[in-house]
């Protein structure tokens, strides 16, 4: 009985000096190959007082007799000996996808953390992205329908009106037009970021209609310069109230908003 314990007890000892060993070897790999990762700083605090160059140097000269630790303790024939390599093989293969994961993360998370939030909110009008003033307000460039130029004639392929309560079909919210543009009149930038190439070229010409919905506080809103492919009319309904339409009609009449007679001089026919 006694030496059933004893020989159990050596084998504990010896199978939690392999895994110590086995730890070293991942943590001295990793290092190894992903120097400028946290995991270095993991070799250092697993084996603080050894320098990890000297860890390196010990790794390559510790790999043939590892490889004979393995093969003594994996088993006694050919065929468990490769069957404990190849388990050993993908168990580092699984802990070296996930560090990798890990580091990417880390990156990813860092960069995110370093990137000002409104750092968009910033960029004029020509830049890469449009902020909410553009378009709310006019601008010189014409840009989102605030170009003062009269819509007269009204083209017959532009399908909605200054005023009408409509839907956006892919968000289903509904809002009120304020102005539209024949053609997508946006900056280059702001067309690359919204579309893709082969969806560009379908809507370039398409007429794009300035909206305005409600937002998700009582006095916010947004603003969505859309193609016409996306809005349907809305019926039906009550006066949607939303922020900021005093500015751009005088009253509802039940079916629409009727324009202020600044917009009604440059959407004449609506």
Avoid at 17 to 41: D, E, G, K, N, V
Avoid at 48 to 70: E, K, N
Avoid at 72 to 78: K, P
Avoid at 229 to 240: A, W
Wanted: hydrophobic fraction near 40%; charged fraction near 20%.
């Amino acid at each position: 009985m006694s030496n059933n314990y004893v020989c159990e007890k050596c084998c504990t000892a010896r199978s939690l000096c392999f895994y110590r060993l086995l730890t070293y070897f991942f943590l001295s790999f990793i290092a190894l190959f992903y120097p400028h990762s946290a995991l270095r700083q993991c070799v250092q605090v697993a084996m603080p007082h050894i320098p990890v160059p000297v860890l390196h140097v010990t790794l390559l000269l510790s790999a043939l007799p590892i490889q004979l630790l393995i093969a003594r303790w994996s088993g006694t024939s050919a065929a468990e000996r490769r069957s404990a390599m190849h388990r050993l093989v993908t168990v580092w293969n699984d802990l070296r996808k996930s560090v990798t994961r890990w580091t990417e993360w880390i990156k990813q998370w860092v960069s995110d953390l370093l990137t000002p939030p409104a750092a968009e909110e910033n960029l004029d009008p020509q830049g890469e992205s449009v902020a909410l003033e553009v378009l709310l307000h006019d601008n010189d460039q014409g840009y989102f329908g605030a170009s003062r130029e009269v819509r007269s004639p009204r083209p017959p392929h532009v399908l909605h009106r200054v005023g009408e309560v409509i839907m956006d079909k892919n968000n289903r919210m509904v809002g009120v037009i304020v102005s539209w543009d024949e053609k997508l009149k946006a900056p280059a930038e702001w067309k690359r970021r919204m579309y893709a190439s082969h969806e560009l070229q379908a809507v370039e010409d398409t007429p794009h209609y300035k909206v305005i919905f409600s937002g998700p506080g009582q006095s916010s809103i947004l603003v969505g310069y859309l193609p016409q492919t996306l809005l349907m009319r809305f019926s039906g309904f009550q006066q949607p109230s939303i922020p900021t339409l005093d500015h751009y009609f005088s009253h509802f009449d039940g079916e629409r908003f009727v324009m202020q007679p600044w917009l009604q001089e440059r959407f004449p026919e609506d």
